[in-house]
């Protein structure tokens, strides 16, 4: 027991060797993240080894690559480090020479001429070598195998005239420059890493660039506000489902009715004879059974045939003649209305007679009416 409570007491000492409080871990004023440029005396010494590092660039970068090689190998030249272009192998080597002081320069000079090689300019490839720019090439043409989508895909990635490129560019922070079957992007740790994202949800069909966008929008605003600082952003963030527009429709099949029968065996070719008899003919009977049948066949393709020939020959339907009957309509319809025509000109003509009556005659008439009745009762 007490060898036992001796190792733990060891390796809890051991454990808590190098958690001990530093001097400097409660002092405000110093930024951890912040990266300080190297001073050369910090190795006076220099480098013990060369370090080289080399990579091929395309035919059509050879000409662009004459032109600005004595502006990389001068930026070059300030770091202590040696450059070569090699026309006839196609390749770029950098390497450390006894001048060189820092001893990752030669991984910023590598990087350095792997963007050269992937067609990005002289002058911002050479952003390369200070200590705050990063740099990653995306490799995107193993990402699709249909040349066709991927075409496509990188194009989204681009936009109608560069226009999404430039709004990755300025929300990320990053130079980013497609070519062929990569994606050469230069920035900081966290833009790259965006960057990378964004590049692969699209090339693999998974987000669209453009709902990228919306959503780095979306996070600019959100940094700004320091009441959200420590909170999360997911409830603020849209959540973009993909949908496909052209679905296929599942044809549902009929699920039959479980038997633990077997299904019953299907009669053979001699079974077929058997029933019908066949099988018992002779061979003489069974010949002139067939040539029977062969003949019935050509007697029903002859008549088809002369039934298809005589069809040219059958004159067309001719127009139906109108029916007789719709004149004496018309007729009684004509004659219905001139006779309603002679009632209601008999009835206005009454009418106007009425209007024209004279007063004296009508009295006068009346009197006369009078006395004859007047007559009759006495």
């Known amino acids: ?12 000492k051991h454990k808590g060797k190098h958690d001990k409080p530093k001097p400097w871990d ?5 930024d951890r993240w912040k990266i300080e440029k190297f001073d050369p005396s910090w190795n006076e010494g220099g480098m013990l080894e060369v370090s080289s590092f080399s990579t091929l660039f395309p035919q059509y970068r050879e000409k662009y690559l004459q032109e600005a090689w004595p502006m990389v190998k001068a930026a070059l030249k300030d770091s202590g480090v040696t450059c070569e272009l090699n026309l006839v192998e196609g390749s770029m080597t950098v390497s450390t020479t006894r001048k060189t002081r820092d001893p990752y320069i030669i991984v910023k000079a590598r990087d350095l001429i792997r963007l050269l090689s992937r067609s990005v300019p002289a002058p911002q490839a050479i952003k390369i070598l200070n200590d705050e720019m990063q740099c990653d090439i995306i490799k995107i043409g193993n990402l699709v195998r249909n040349k066709e989508r991927f075409v496509k895909r990188r194009q989204h990635l681009v936009g109608p005239n560069s226009s999404t490129l430039k709004a990755l560019e300025i929300l990320t922070g990053c130079y980013i420059l497609v070519q062929g079957n990569t994606v050469a992007a230069m920035g900081s740790f966290k833009g790259l890493k965006q960057v990378r994202k964004i590049v692969e949800d699209c090339i693999q069909n998974k987000m669209h660039p453009v709902y990228h966008i919306k959503i780095l929008m979306i996070k600019k605003e959100l940094e700004k506000d320091p009441a959200l600082a420590n909170e999360n952003w997911d409830r603020f963030l849209p959540n973009f489902k993909k949908k496909n527009v052209k679905q296929k429709k599942v044809q549902s099949k009929e699920k039959k009715a479980y038997t633990p029968f077997p299904p019953p065996p299907q009669p053979s070719k001699i079974d077929k004879l058997l029933e019908s008899g066949e099988y018992f003919l002779s061979d003489k009977k069974k010949e002139s059974k067939k040539w029977q049948e062969k003949q019935e066949k050509q007697a029903e393709k002859t008549a088809d045939n002369k039934r298809k020939r005589e069809a040219a020959f ?18 009684k319809d004509v004659a219905s209305m001139a006779k309603s025509l002679k009632e209601k000109a008999k009835m206005y003509g009454k009418q106007k007679s009425v209007e024209n009556i004279n007063p004296e005659a009508y009295i006068a008439a009346s009197g006369e009416k009078s006395s004859k009745k007047k007559s009759k009762h006495s």
């Open 1 to 12: 027991m007490e060898e036992e409570n001796m190792e733990k007491a060891m390796n809890k």
């Open 26 to 30: 409660d002092d405000p004023n110093i």
């Open 314 to 331: 059958i004159p067309p339907e001719e127009p139906s003649k109108q029916d007789p009957r719709e004149p004496d309509d018309h007729k």
